[in-house]
């Protein structure tokens, strides 16, 4: 036997024990590998704050110098152990000098508590809970004071067997050449510490600037996958490679040139085709007509041409009389086959027979006043062929929810004296009477919009009608609702996928108004028409009277967008048709479910897709507003998927504006604000337009040189503009964002309270902090008053489009109802109309600046096909010390350290989030996270929130999250960073990690994926969680929809019958049906925007949602939004157990009641229940909240037995509402 002697504190123990190995004659004495030394001491492990009966005791002599790795005495007489040193491994009971906040001296003397101990001698800490209740009430001496560490025996059982490492001995690395150490030293050190990775020196000091470099050649664009055999075909001859195989400068601007080519010319066709005297593209079709399948930019013959033209005519008469007997064909099934005979009036009133003659004659005249592709006389709904539950919204139109009584103001419309304004108004008012959306009606008006022409170009006007004015948007309620953003519809493309833009006519206008809101919606046309010439006379005998009323949903009524989006997702899914038939192009089959987290997860495939019988991903359409985006997987089937919701849009008399269409590309143009291509070689890519990078690039350069010349004074108004514009493109770049924190605290240094940098000073936190057990995490981004990309996208297409002027105009806050949000907060700004400029504004426009060099818009992959490998790593840094652990597909690494005294006073939230960037920065510099998609997990939240807020209010936090986008930019790395519980860290393995432990979790050889539970629904996890439910809400057969019932069943849809013209129907169940939700964290988002769709249609349904609470910055917003009632259940709980580690959220959708005020969600009495629910959870007493549950449950049968008084009464309503 070879003798080999091995001590604690080479282990990174902090006893001073040591121990004899003998190895055999085979194996060297040498085996057990000694870590890079982690110096520990008693302090890395005793508690300042332990509570006991301990004897104060003044604080020691500062120390000359640091100790040497050994035991400490405070003085000669070696009765007092300093807590910098070892523990005597013979007095294991020893009187330790130790600071304590409760002590008026500041120390105490004591020994070890159990806990302390049970870390100090390396014990795992999944032994805690035998070992505290055996020796915490005894004075015995603990089994393993004189024992060999288990950290060294577990490290001598790694080398020589590879014992505890994922894939075996030859793929063990645990531990091996990748420990890292702080060395703790009397060398000064800065804040940021050095970290040795073998014999690799990196230094991680602080932000690296931006301000001297030239764009990195993979800036934004996520690197060289862009250099496949299609991007190279636009390169010019004889350009040079850089010689690492990064794009060079010029590479990256004619691949940004050549996508800005074909958005430039989307872009000028879609300019175009705004204007309403636009040609109809009519050679789209022809030439699909020519070709059999696929358009070509050949045009077609003029002999086939005209052929087409004539069938054309042809096939639109038939169109009419079909739609003739239809209309005859309703009346007879409705009133009888002698509804002939039947009166049509009574008294002069029109019977319900009169009525339903007239709606069918306006269709009718609708319909023969259109030719094959324009509707010149404007659209009318054809109902009757609307799915049943749907028929009653689309003859009369989505309810108005009245606050209180309509307006009274019958205030006249004033002259207009400019001749140019008043010709607009008559023409354009003259065009809404023409189509019949303004009419009279001969009903009692009381009250008038006014109407007035802005100025939107120097040769146009735009109409503004103003329901502001007379106060009727004040009297009314809309609910708030969900648009898709670029988000949604890059996860249901890939890099094969093709586009086709449509666009809905008459937008707004085509949906039927709530009669009850036409006597408030009245116009006064004699300022405008005073018949004195034909056109006037026209007009007026169309409109029937000078007083006219809308009845149509206006532009500029806040219940407008709701109401009409509604309806048009109803027209949206009979276009998608049956999703199991083979001729439907809308068809598929099953949901691919590609979670992280999984064994089998691929980093190149969409984390969730709808896929078709033949294996390719399914034509789908997204709309934004009337913006449609039809996508599918071939260009023949996207075409296809185009034509049948045009064709279905047609026959229920929704206008399709043929004008708009433009040409099937896999580089289409912008949607939603963005532009997203699908590049075969390389993957789905998201840009900005050339023309908003130019106005990016001038605000940035003009900001710059105001500071640069020493302006002190900046406006604040034209700031904030440019701001919100900022934020929009940079939503497109996230790299770019932590660089607009010189905006957000330039806009907040009016307010003082600010450092010279512009930093908020931690006076009203601290004061925060002890008022509320509220983290201070929920108030980092006050400064940064939230920009909401939406929001911004909205009023950019309303400024376009619609109706806009100040004070009046429709906003993005209108037209989604956000004013019901708790998270919009109102933009406030100094008096004076001024602000200062921060001392960091400068620098961060040097870095937006050259960031932004390039002339065109860099291209950013969002989904690579050339993802190499998907990473998942753990970082916690406890109070002295820090770990990572990174798996691999077949191996663990990990990196331990300790802090140095310089970053021991820091915050746990900076020492928890530099931990996570250095983690990042050594294994990227390793080359292990190049083209890698990186899960890095935290038990920190306020880390979570800054990274993805892509800023924070604490300098040094800010600057580390700069450090983590700069590596995303280098290394075409993907950051998911997750909040996980501190629990949850412990059972890993890092949190043992950090303290020295390696013993645990993935360090004792657990599969890292055991602890990624991204992929696995609450019901998977927890099968009695259903029960559970199944009780409060008594459904014994209630259970969670699948991902395929996400898109169908929850919507409301149950099945489907073909009808008489052949169209396939679908058919929705009864009003209160319950469904569960139950979404993997991975893809909450995905369900839950589709949840708000479903919502949307149906307000008369019952929704539960439960998500463990990860990855909550994808899906959150969404969750607030559509719950009426939500709750956290803790890990613990009786109906959710303490292995699931991180807590339950639980929301619940409550269908809109019958009285004010119309959604639950608003009244004071669910903020009650949620009070009461928080406290029963909290305490665990009880029926873990069943019974409020029940309560809440019941509550909407019982309010529709009530009268409106009482249900405002039992929902808590204030008086003053009640008056009003």
């Given at each position: 036997?070879?003798?080999?002697?091995?001590?604690?504190?080479?282990?990174?123990?902090?006893?001073?024990?040591?121990?004899?190995?003998?190895?055999?004659?085979?194996?060297?004495?040498?085996?057990?590998?000694?870590?890079?030394?982690?110096?520990?001491?008693?302090?890395?492990?005793?508690?300042?704050?332990?509570?006991?009966?301990?004897?104060?005791?003044?604080?020691?002599?500062?120390?000359?110098?640091?100790?040497?790795?050994?035991?400490?005495?405070?003085?000669?007489?070696?009765?007092?152990?300093?807590?910098?040193?070892?523990?005597?491994?013979?007095?294991?009971?020893?009187?330790?000098?130790?600071?304590?906040?409760?002590?008026?001296?500041?120390?105490?003397?004591?020994?070890?508590?159990?806990?302390?101990?049970?870390?100090?001698?390396?014990?795992?800490?999944?032994?805690?809970?035998?070992?505290?209740?055996?020796?915490?009430?005894?004075?015995?001496?603990?089994?393993?004071?004189?024992?060999?560490?288990?950290?060294?025996?577990?490290?001598?059982?790694?080398?020589?067997?590879?014992?505890?490492?994922?894939?075996?001995?030859?793929?063990?690395?645990?531990?091996?050449?990748?420990?890292?150490?702080?060395?703790?030293?009397?060398?000064?050190?800065?804040?940021?510490?050095?970290?040795?990775?073998?014999?690799?020196?990196?230094?991680?000091?602080?932000?690296?600037?931006?301000?001297?470099?030239?764009?990195?050649?993979?800036?934004?664009?996520?690197?060289?996958?862009?250099?496949?055999?299609?991007?190279?075909?636009?390169?010019?001859?004889?350009?040079?490679?850089?010689?690492?195989?990064?794009?060079?400068?010029?590479?990256?601007?004619?691949?940004?040139?050549?996508?800005?080519?074909?958005?430039?010319?989307?872009?000028?066709?879609?300019?175009?085709?705004?204007?309403?005297?636009?040609?109809?593209?009519?050679?789209?079709?022809?030439?699909?007509?020519?070709?059999?399948?696929?358009?070509?930019?050949?045009?077609?013959?003029?002999?086939?041409?005209?052929?087409?033209?004539?069938?054309?005519?042809?096939?639109?008469?038939?169109?009419?009389?079909?739609?003739?007997?239809?209309?005859?064909?309703?009346?007879?099934?409705?009133?009888?086959?002698?509804?002939?005979?039947?009166?049509?009036?009574?008294?002069?009133?029109?019977?319900?027979?009169?009525?339903?003659?007239?709606?069918?004659?306006?269709?009718?005249?609708?319909?023969?006043?259109?030719?094959?592709?324009?509707?010149?006389?404007?659209?009318?709904?054809?109902?009757?062929?609307?799915?049943?539950?749907?028929?009653?919204?689309?003859?009369?139109?989505?309810?108005?929810?009245?606050?209180?009584?309509?307006?009274?103001?019958?205030?006249?419309?004033?002259?207009?004296?400019?001749?140019?304004?008043?010709?607009?108004?008559?023409?354009?008012?003259?065009?809404?009477?023409?189509?019949?959306?303004?009419?009279?009606?001969?009903?009692?008006?009381?009250?008038?919009?006014?109407?007035?022409?802005?100025?939107?170009?120097?040769?146009?006007?735009?109409?503004?009608?103003?329901?502001?004015?007379?106060?009727?948007?004040?009297?009314?309620?809309?609910?708030?609702?969900?648009?898709?953003?670029?988000?949604?519809?890059?996860?249901?493309?890939?890099?094969?996928?093709?586009?086709?833009?449509?666009?809905?006519?008459?937008?707004?206008?085509?949906?039927?108004?709530?009669?009850?809101?036409?006597?408030?919606?009245?116009?006064?046309?004699?300022?405008?028409?005073?018949?004195?010439?034909?056109?006037?006379?026209?007009?007026?005998?169309?409109?029937?009277?000078?007083?006219?009323?809308?009845?149509?949903?206006?532009?500029?009524?806040?219940?407008?967008?709701?109401?009409?989006?509604?309806?048009?997702?109803?027209?949206?899914e009979v276009a998608r048709g049956d999703r199991q038939c083979d001729e439907n192009p809308f068809q598929w089959n099953h949901i691919r479910l590609n979670l992280p987290g999984n064994v089998d997860y691929d980093p190149s495939l969409s984390w969730i897709s709808k896929m078709r019988k033949d294996g390719l991903i399914a034509c789908d359409v997204f709309t934004f507003v009337d913006d449609e985006r039809v996508t599918g997987a071939t260009r023949e089937l996207t075409w296809q998927a185009g034509h049948r919701l045009a064709y279905i849009q047609a026959y229920l008399g929704l206008q399709d504006a043929a004008r708009k269409l433009r040409e099937l590309s896999k580089r289409g143009g912008a949607w939603s604000g963005s532009v997203v291509h699908t590049i075969s070689d390389v993957g789905v890519c998201v840009l900005t337009t050339e023309e908003k990078w130019k106005r990016f690039r001038d605000i940035i350069e003009k900001w710059r040189v105001r500071v640069e010349r020493g302006?002190?004074?900046?406006?604040?108004?034209?700031?904030?503009?440019?701001?919100?514009?900022?934020?929009?493109?940079?939503?497109?770049?996230?790299?770019?964002?932590?660089?607009?924190?010189?905006?957000?605290?330039?806009?907040?240094?009016?307010?003082?309270?600010?450092?010279?940098?512009?930093?908020?000073?931690?006076?009203?936190?601290?004061?925060?902090?002890?008022?509320?057990?509220?983290?201070?995490?929920?108030?980092?981004?006050?400064?940064?008053?939230?920009?909401?990309?939406?929001?911004?996208?909205?009023?950019?297409?309303?400024?376009?489009?619609?109706?806009?002027?100040?004070?009046?105009?429709?906003?993005?806050?209108?037209?989604?109802?956000?004013?019901?949000?708790?998270?919009?907060?109102?933009?406030?700004?100094?008096?004076?109309?001024?602000?200062?400029?921060?001392?960091?504004?400068?620098?961060?426009?040097?870095?937006?600046?050259?960031?932004?060099?390039?002339?065109?818009?860099?291209?950013?992959?969002?989904?690579?096909?050339?993802?190499?490998?998907?990473?998942?790593?753990?970082?916690?840094?406890?109070?002295?010390?820090?770990?990572?652990?990174?798996?691999?597909?077949?191996?663990?690494?990990?990196?331990?350290?300790?802090?140095?005294?310089?970053?021991?006073?820091?915050?746990?939230?900076?020492?928890?989030?530099?931990?996570?960037?250095?983690?990042?920065?050594?294994?990227?510099?390793?080359?292990?996270?190049?083209?890698?998609?990186?899960?890095?997990?935290?038990?920190?939240?306020?880390?979570?929130?800054?990274?993805?807020?892509?800023?924070?209010?604490?300098?040094?936090?800010?600057?580390?999250?700069?450090?983590?986008?700069?590596?995303?930019?280098?290394?075409?790395?993907?950051?998911?960073?997750?909040?996980?519980?501190?629990?949850?860290?412990?059972?890993?393995?890092?949190?043992?990690?950090?303290?020295?432990?390696?013993?645990?979790?993935?360090?004792?050889?657990?599969?890292?994926?055991?602890?990624?539970?991204?992929?696995?629904?609450?019901?998977?996890?927890?099968?009695?969680?259903?029960?559970?439910?199944?009780?409060?809400t008594n459904d014994k057969s209630l259970s969670p929809l699948t991902p395929e019932e996400w898109f169908v069943k929850a919507h409301g849809i149950w099945g489907g019958k073909i009808n008489s013209d052949g169209i396939w129907m679908p058919l929705h169940e009864k009003k209160y049906q319950v469904h569960l939700w139950s979404p993997p964290p991975a893809v909450a988002d995905a369900a839950l925007e589709e949840l708000l769709k479903a919502r949307h249609k149906r307000s008369d349904t019952y929704h539960i949602i439960t998500i463990p609470r990860l990855m909550t910055p994808r899906w959150r917003r969404l969750f607030s939004k559509v719950v009426d009632f939500s709750c956290e259940i803790p890990a613990g709980s009786a109906q959710w157990p303490a292995n699931m580690f991180e807590p339950l959220w639980l929301g619940i959708v409550l269908p809109f009641t019958i009285h004010r005020p119309w959604q639950l969600k608003r009244a004071p009495l669910l903020l009650e229940l949620e009070?009461?629910?928080?406290?029963?959870?909290?305490?665990?007493?009880?029926?873990?909240?069943?019974?409020?549950?029940?309560?809440?449950?019941?509550?909407?049968?019982?309010?529709?037995?009530?009268?409106?008084?009482?249900?405002?009464?039992?929902?808590?309503?204030?008086?003053?509402?009640?008056?009003?």
């Amino acid at each position: 036997m070879s003798p080999a002697y091995r001590t604690h504190a080479d282990f990174g123990g902090a006893t001073s024990a040591g121990h004899v190995f003998g190895f055999g004659s085979n194996i060297s004495a040498s085996a057990p590998p000694i870590p890079p030394n982690v110096c520990r001491g008693l302090a890395h492990f005793m508690s300042v704050s332990l509570e006991g009966n301990f004897p104060s005791h003044p604080p020691p002599p500062p120390l000359a110098s640091l100790p040497p790795h050994g035991v400490c005495y405070v003085d000669s007489s070696g009765a007092l152990l300093r807590r910098e040193g070892l523990l005597p491994c013979t007095k294991p009971d020893a009187l330790i000098l130790c600071p304590s906040v409760f002590s008026p001296q500041g120390y105490v003397v004591r020994k070890l508590s159990v806990a302390e101990a049970l870390r100090v001698y390396s014990i795992p800490s999944s032994y805690d809970s035998a070992l505290l209740s055996a020796f915490s009430t005894t004075a015995n001496p603990l089994p393993f004071e004189s024992s060999a560490s288990p950290d060294i025996l577990t490290s001598i059982a790694h080398h020589l067997w590879g014992v505890g490492c994922e894939g075996g001995a030859e793929g063990s690395e645990v531990g091996v050449c990748n420990t890292v150490s702080d060395e703790v030293d009397d060398t000064p050190t800065n804040d940021d510490a050095e970290c040795y990775m073998g014999d690799t020196l990196t230094d991680v000091d602080g932000e690296r600037s931006l301000l001297e470099e030239k764009p990195h050649a993979g800036l934004l664009n996520n690197g060289v996958e862009l250099l496949s055999t299609e991007v190279h075909s636009s390169l010019c001859a004889g350009e040079e490679v850089s010689d690492d195989g990064d794009l060079t400068k010029q590479q990256v601007e004619n691949i940004g040139a050549e996508a800005q080519g074909n958005i430039q010319e989307v872009m000028d066709q879609t300019k175009a085709a705004k204007a309403d005297d636009a040609s109809v593209p009519v050679h789209l079709w022809n030439d699909v007509i020519k070709e059999g399948s696929s358009p070509r930019r050949d045009r077609c013959s003029g002999c086939v041409d005209y052929a087409v033209s004539v069938l054309r005519e042809w096939v639109l008469k038939i169109f009419w009389k079909k739609l003739r007997t239809d209309c005859i064909a309703h009346l007879r099934k409705k009133y009888g086959e002698s509804w002939m005979d039947l009166p049509r009036a009574i008294n002069g009133q029109p019977t319900k027979l009169g009525v339903e003659i007239q709606a069918l004659s306006n269709i009718m005249w609708h319909a023969t006043e259109a030719n094959w592709f324009e509707y010149k006389s404007g659209s009318t709904l054809h109902y009757f062929r609307f799915p049943i539950f749907y028929q009653g919204i689309a003859k009369e139109g989505v309810r108005v929810f009245f606050e209180k009584d309509g307006p009274t103001s019958m205030r006249a419309q004033p002259p207009v004296a400019d001749e140019n304004a008043r010709a607009v108004l008559r023409s354009k008012v003259g065009k809404v009477i023409k189509r019949g959306y303004l009419f009279g009606s001969g009903i009692r008006l009381r009250s008038l919009i006014r109407y007035f022409a802005v100025p939107k170009t120097d040769k146009d006007f735009r109409i503004v009608y103003d329901a502001t004015a007379n106060n009727l948007n004040e009297a009314v309620w809309a609910p708030s609702f969900w648009l898709p953003t670029v988000d949604t519809l890059v996860r249901y493309v890939d890099a094969e996928s093709w586009m086709m833009d449509r666009d809905m006519g008459d937008m707004f206008l085509n949906f039927p108004l709530d009669r009850r809101v036409w006597p408030y919606t009245g116009l006064n046309l004699e300022s405008l028409f005073d018949g004195t010439d034909e056109e006037d006379a026209t007009i007026l005998k169309m409109a029937g009277s000078y007083w006219v009323h809308w009845g149509r949903c206006l532009m500029g009524f806040k219940p407008s967008p709701y109401n009409s989006i509604k309806t048009a997702m109803v027209v949206e899914e009979v276009a998608r048709g049956d999703r199991q038939c083979d001729e439907n192009p809308f068809q598929w089959n099953h949901i691919r479910l590609n979670l992280p987290g999984n064994v089998d997860y691929d980093p190149s495939l969409s984390w969730i897709s709808k896929m078709r019988k033949d294996g390719l991903i399914a034509c789908d359409v997204f709309t934004f507003v009337d913006d449609e985006r039809v996508t599918g997987a071939t260009r023949e089937l996207t075409w296809q998927a185009g034509h049948r919701l045009a064709y279905i849009q047609a026959y229920l008399g929704l206008q399709d504006a043929a004008r708009k269409l433009r040409e099937l590309s896999k580089r289409g143009g912008a949607w939603s604000g963005s532009v997203v291509h699908t590049i075969s070689d390389v993957g789905v890519c998201v840009l900005t337009t050339e023309e908003k990078w130019k106005r990016f690039r001038d605000i940035i350069e003009k900001w710059r040189v105001r500071v640069e010349r020493g302006d002190q004074k900046l406006d604040h108004k034209e700031l904030q503009k440019d701001r919100g514009f900022c934020v929009h493109v940079c939503n497109n770049y996230p790299a770019m964002k932590p660089f607009l924190k010189g905006f957000h605290l330039s806009l907040e240094m009016w307010r003082g309270n600010r450092d010279a940098e512009g930093w908020k000073l931690p006076t009203r936190l601290h004061n925060i902090k002890e008022e509320s057990d509220e983290d201070v995490s929920a108030y980092e981004d006050e400064e940064e008053v939230h920009v909401d990309m939406d929001e911004v996208v909205l009023d950019q297409k309303l400024d376009e489009e619609y109706q806009s002027n100040g004070d009046t105009a429709t906003t993005a806050t209108d037209l989604t109802g956000e004013n019901d949000q708790e998270h919009v907060e109102v933009l406030r700004a100094p008096a004076s109309g001024e602000t200062t400029p921060a001392k960091r504004f400068l620098d961060d426009l040097k870095a937006l600046s050259n960031l932004s060099e390039t002339d065109s818009p860099p291209v950013r992959v969002v989904r690579s096909k050339t993802v190499i490998s998907a990473v998942y790593g753990f970082g916690d840094a406890s109070g002295k010390g820090f770990c990572g652990t990174l798996g691999y597909h077949d191996h663990v690494n990990y990196r331990i350290g300790v802090w140095g005294p310089d970053e021991e006073s820091e915050s746990s939230n900076y020492k928890e989030l530099r931990n996570l960037v250095e983690t990042c920065e050594e294994e990227a510099l390793a080359g292990r996270l190049f083209n890698a998609e990186f899960f890095l997990f935290t038990d920190n939240s306020t880390a979570e929130a800054c990274f993805y807020r892509g800023s924070s209010k604490s300098k040094l936090l800010h600057e580390l999250v700069v450090r983590l986008r700069k590596l995303e930019m280098d290394y075409n790395l993907t950051i998911h960073l997750i909040h996980v519980a501190g629990d949850r860290m412990i059972d890993q393995g890092t949190d043992g990690g950090s303290r020295g432990s390696l013993l645990e979790g993935v360090l004792a050889g657990k599969p890292m994926l055991d602890f990624v539970d991204l992929a696995k629904t609450a019901m998977e996890r927890h099968e009695p969680l259903l029960d559970w439910i199944r009780g409060w809400t008594n459904d014994k057969s209630l259970s969670p929809l699948t991902p395929e019932e996400w898109f169908v069943k929850a919507h409301g849809i149950w099945g489907g019958k073909i009808n008489s013209d052949g169209i396939w129907m679908p058919l929705h169940e009864k009003k209160y049906q319950v469904h569960l939700w139950s979404p993997p964290p991975a893809v909450a988002d995905a369900a839950l925007e589709e949840l708000l769709k479903a919502r949307h249609k149906r307000s008369d349904t019952y929704h539960i949602i439960t998500i463990p609470r990860l990855m909550t910055p994808r899906w959150r917003r969404l969750f607030s939004k559509v719950v009426d009632f939500s709750c956290e259940i803790p890990a613990g709980s009786a109906q959710w157990p303490a292995n699931m580690f991180e807590p339950l959220w639980l929301g619940i959708v409550l269908p809109f009641t019958i009285h004010r005020p119309w959604q639950l969600k608003r009244a004071p009495l669910l903020l009650e229940l949620e009070r009461e629910m928080r406290q029963v959870l909290k305490s665990g007493e009880g029926d873990g909240g069943g019974h409020i549950l029940r309560k809440l449950w019941s509550l909407n049968t019982r309010l529709s037995k009530l009268p409106p008084s009482l249900a405002r009464q039992v929902l808590r309503m204030p008086r003053e509402e009640e008056r009003n």
